[in-house]
């Protein structure tokens, strides 16, 4: 791999949307959610956990592409990024605020109740650098 | 380095009517949290309200501003300042 293509069409701008696409519930973030590399995403992965969803995961470190290609399909500048039936719901700011108003809940179809105060995340080795898919 | 009184000062000229808290998370310049209250952001949804706030630093957020915690309302033009928190 070269250092940063700037085809609009190129193979990891492909990949990611066809994760989207792919995964209804589907989060990028810094490292993985049995270790993440940034408090926001860990605290984005905790709200979703907490609610007992399960969710795709795309690490953004591995290749500085990712990222880049990423907030050029979703026009958003941060990590990390939620999105739901293929829609930005967001970054750890709005998550964290859906989470307590129980918003998120609702966005992903899960009982209220199941919420509570996020819990952090595990503290496991890293799997690969692949789409973690989590909805099996 | 940025400082949160400039980031108050940009985000007030940049969008009409708002105003602005801004906090130095670390004491490093570089994580910030803005709540942000302007009545343009009625009737957006919050990753719109956010992406408004976002688009007044471009490129620095994620560079010089290294993060930018968000919280945004919309308010009533003549609203008073919003709390810090």
Known sequence: MTDHETRDDNPIRAAIREAIEEHSTILFMKGTPEQPACGFSARTVAALQS???PF??????????????????S???????LFVGRELVGGCDIVTEMYES?????????PESAGGRPAPAADAPAPGLQVENRLG | MPSPDELKRRIEAAIPG????VRDLTGGGDHF???????????????EQHRLVYDVFGDEVGGAIHALSLRTRAADPHDQPVPSQ
Request: proline share 9%; charged share 20%; no cysteine.
């Open chain 1, 51 to 53: 609610l007992g969803v």
């Open chain 1, 56 to 73: 795709a995961a795309v690490d953004v470190l591995p290749d500085p592409r990712i990222r880049q290609e990423l907030s050029a399909i």
């Open chain 1, 75 to 81: 026009n958003w500048p941060t990590i990390p990024q």
């Open chain 1, 102 to 110: 129980g918003e998120l809940a609702e966005v992903l179809g899960v």
């Open chain 2, 18 to 21: 708002a105003r602005a808290e």
């Open chain 2, 33 to 47: 949290q803005a709540t942000v209250a302007a009545p343009g952001f009625a009737g957006l949804s919050r990753i």
